[in-house]
C-alpha cells in the first residue's frame, strides 16, 4: 500500500528570524532587532502570528 506524501502548510514570510540559542529561541524582527526570547520555538511562532495578525 503506497502512503501519502504530506507536507506541512508553508508559514508566511514576514522577515521575521527565528534562532536557536541553548535551550531558548531567539526572536528577531526585519530590521534585526531582538524581539523576545522563548523557552518553545512554538512560542515564537506564536509571537510572530499575534505580530502579523
Known amino acids: 500500500m503506497a502512503r501519502k506524501q504530506t507536507t506541512a502548510p508553508a508559514e508566511p514570510d ?8 541553548d535551550r531558548d529561541w531567539l526572536l528577531y524582527d526585519p530590521a534585526g532587532e531582538l ?4 523557552v518553545y520555538k512554538r512560542g515564537a511562532k506564536e509571537v510572530i502570528r499575534r505580530l502579523t495578525a
Open 35 to 38: 524581539v523576545c526570547i522563548t
Open 14 to 21: 514576514h522577515g521575521y528570524t527565528i534562532q536557536k540559542r
